[in-house]
């Protein structure tokens, strides 16, 4: 029986045509390893489609307007977490996966399948052709087992079990040869393994990138080899992959500036902070169907996307911190009221109903008592000290806010009056981390590796390590650059209300990382429970690091196809 990954041997690089990548390709039915060794070019352009078909978009199962690998992992690597709230249901497939209603037939998953395991195809191409002896090949045979690497790993967290709920868990078919072999499910650590090891020989080969940063270079093997280390609990080999890169160079040197940062999303694909990217030019522009389309709405985008509660109560303790005053956009109404937002849980008799926010005129006794009214029934706001959520009040404090509100504990949010989308339920707040590249509000260059990450991989690993001070020391690095002021700045005698490091570390990962794909990932590989009871079109509920769901099932036209196995609860 032919398995479906391998049918692909005649249309590995049939994308290489296609979309918005102007390149002069081999008709993709004519190049092959034969064509590769008698074109000192056939190895680039082969590369240079794997970066294209990340971006453009391709028909799967006759679904083609923003169908793009760019979009659907973005999506479907952040929407499941608790970073964001939906402000209404959509007919867009991000919907089952940002509601835990996945299933194999959803076409974004089955696309991003599809064109992950293209991409592994076209890179061992590269790697069984081209002769490592000759120099004039490591870049580009660098870049294949980079992209090797970065698809594997992709695929493997995507669509198996986190590498810390055990290695002999079943993972994704590795694929390092381009023969036509039957498929099997390797386990994750086999498939970790290899990511390593191609990674570990990327850096080996390559130098500088050829371009810009939709280019992989020897750091950024080295940037996403310390994120994979890090998934994998080897704190030791983490930090000292860092510790490599930087080559005794102070952290900070290598980030944007604070004031460089507040336009460094719009400008990523030249940033020295930025490792790797998908590259996007004028032409790459997808409009409606971009990332940032259901974040921000200006003129063109949806803008149904908005930062959750909880992500936005971390945010308020700094106003001034750039990663909420440069990224993050409420739309205020006119008036400069103080207004108290009020979550509303779905009931017993709806339970996956959404959950609304109300809005009330909030009332000041100027002693720091907050209450509102509703109708003539006052109800008295409870200001709750919590470990690492909420805003720091005058007593340099953690809190949140909270209310009985009709007989049950509502969590509420004070500050100025958000507008309400006309039909909707939660405040308008818009994201611009996917826009306003060249001036265009649907256009960026998605990151998938830059600086900050690698330190606070950094710090994770040096937390889990028990080096508390260097591990607040990386974090510090991050806040600093994000314009927080000294005061804010964390010390093993000043935790601002957190019970050990490691929390400390995870916030910060999440404001700093916040809708690049990483809090997902954060939180079920700490064996952690995704809580996402807050305001939104999501079900208000807490989803345990147990659930099946948390793994995307294998599409159905794979494994009815090929016979591998299924991922359990599908």
């Not at 900070?252 to 507040?262: H, N, Q, R, V």
């Not at 028990?466 to 591990?471: E, I, L, N, V, Y």
């Amino acid at each position: 029986m032919k398995t479906k990954l391998m049918n692909i041997a005649i249309a590995a690089v049939m994308l290489l045509g296609m979309g918005s990548c102007k390149l002069d390709y081999f008709p993709s039915d004519e190049l092959n390893s034969d064509l590769l060794l008698q074109d000192a070019k056939g190895a680039e352009y082969i590369m240079d489609g794997c970066y294209a078909i990340m971006k453009d978009e391709v028909e799967f199962l006759g679904y083609s307007s923003g169908n793009t690998y760019a979009r659907h992992y973005f999506q479907l690597s952040e929407f499941p977490g608790d970073n964001i709230c939906l402000s209404a249901h959509t007919i867009d497939p991000l919907y089952e996966a940002t509601a835990y209603m996945m299933n194999d037939g959803l076409k974004n998953v089955g696309t991003l399948w599809m064109i992950g395991y293209k991409i592994i195809y076209m890179t061992n191409t590269v790697i069984s052709t081209l002769d490592e002896s000759d120099a004039n090949n490591k870049q580009l045979l660098g870049e294949a087992y980079f992209m090797r690497g970065l698809m594997h790993l992709q695929m493997v967290t995507l669509f198996a079990k986190p590498y810390s709920m055990g290695r002999d868990n079943i993972g994704v078919p590795l694929r390092t040869t381009t023969a036509s072999d039957k498929i099997v499910r390797n386990p994750v650590g086999e498939v970790y393994d290899q990511i390593v090891a191609d990674l570990k020989k990327a850096a080996e080969l390559m130098g500088a990138s050829r371009g810009n940063a939709g280019y992989p270079s020897h750091d950024a093997a080295l940037g996403v080899l310390s994120r994979v280390y890090l998934y994998m609990d080897d704190y030791d080999n983490c930090i000292a992959t860092v510790d490599e890169m930087l080559a005794g160079a102070d952290p900070s040197s290598k980030l944007e500036s604070t004031g460089g940062f507040a336009t460094y999303f719009a400008n990523a694909k030249t940033s020295k902070e930025t490792l790797f990217c998908i590259a996007h030019e004028v032409s790459d522009d997808c409009g409606q169907s971009s990332i940032g389309s259901m974040y921000l709405k200006d003129g063109i985008g949806w803008g149904e996307v908005y930062p959750s509660d909880p992500l936005m109560y971390l945010y308020e303790r700094y106003p001034d911190d750039v990663r909420y005053s440069s990224f993050i956009i409420p739309q205020f109404s006119d008036n400069n009221d103080m207004r108290v937002y009020v979550t509303i849980p779905a009931t017993d008799d709806d339970p996956e109903a959404p959950h609304i926010k109300q809005r009330f005129n909030l009332i000041d006794d100027g002693a720091g008592n907050y209450s509102f009214k509703d109708g003539s029934t006052t109800y008295n706001i409870e200001k709750r000290k919590i470990n690492g959520e909420g805003k720091q009040d005058a007593a340099g404090e953690y809190v949140e806010y909270h209310v009985n509100f009709k007989g049950e504990d509502c969590l509420c949010r004070i500050n100025h009056d958000v507008t309400l989308r006309t039909g909707f339920t939660i405040p308008m707040v818009f994201v611009n981390k996917f826009s306003y590249q060249d001036g265009n509000p649907m256009l960026s260059s998605p990151v998938l590796c830059r600086w900050g990450e690698v330190i606070l991989n950094r710090a994770e690993a040096y937390a889990k390590s028990g080096q508390d001070a260097k591990a607040l020391a990386d974090v510090n690095v991050i806040r600093t650059r994000a314009g927080i002021p000294a005061e804010g700045m964390f010390a093993a005698g000043n935790m601002h209300g957190y019970d050990n490091v490691l929390d400390v570390v995870l916030d910060e990962r999440r404001m700093e990382l916040a809708f690049e794909g990483h809090r997902m990932f954060d939180v079920y590989r700490n064996k952690r429970d995704m809580d996402r009871r807050y305001a939104g079109a999501q079900p208000f509920k807490i989803v345990p690091y147990t659930e099946p769901h948390i793994q995307y099932p294998i599409p159905n036209n794979e494994w009815t196809v090929s016979g591998i196995e299924q991922n359990p609860g599908y």
